[in-house]
Nanobody, 115 residues
């Protein structure tokens, strides 16, 4: 079992930047892929970025260029940097770890983009 805890959310003005963190209770190298999702109330949870165990990254097509996923293996932490934030980025952002037979979620962190 792995626990994931997100942090770094908050209120940000449009055009600003934010870095979210996801700390895992165990080494992230035991997890096949670490992902960031976001969810707006009443809508489905959407994948925005992924980083695989070997370090390859993928992004939702609509978010390429503004989102950057990275990791610090020594700190068991995955990051999501979001640049040029827009009001439509307002959502709860969730960290997720998946592999064969497991699917871990963090409790989420709220990001609100507003002036």
């Amino acid at each position: 079992q792995v626990q994931l805890v997100e942090s770094g959310g908050g209120l940000v003005q449009p055009g600003g930047s934010l870095t979210l963190s996801c700390v895992a209770s165990r080494s992230i190298l035991i997890i096949t892929a670490m992902n960031w999702f976001r969810q707006v109330p009443g809508k489905q949870r959407d994948l925005v970025a992924s980083i695989a165990i070997y370090g390859s990254t993928n992004y939702a097509e609509s978010e390429k260029g503004r989102f950057t996923i990275s990791r610090d293996i020594a700190k068991n932490t995955v990051y999501l940097q979001i640049n040029n934030l827009k009001p439509e980025d307002t959502a709860v952002y969730y960290c997720n770890g998946v592999g064969q037979g497991y699917n871990y979620w963090g409790p989420g962190t709220q990001v609100t983009v507003s002036s």
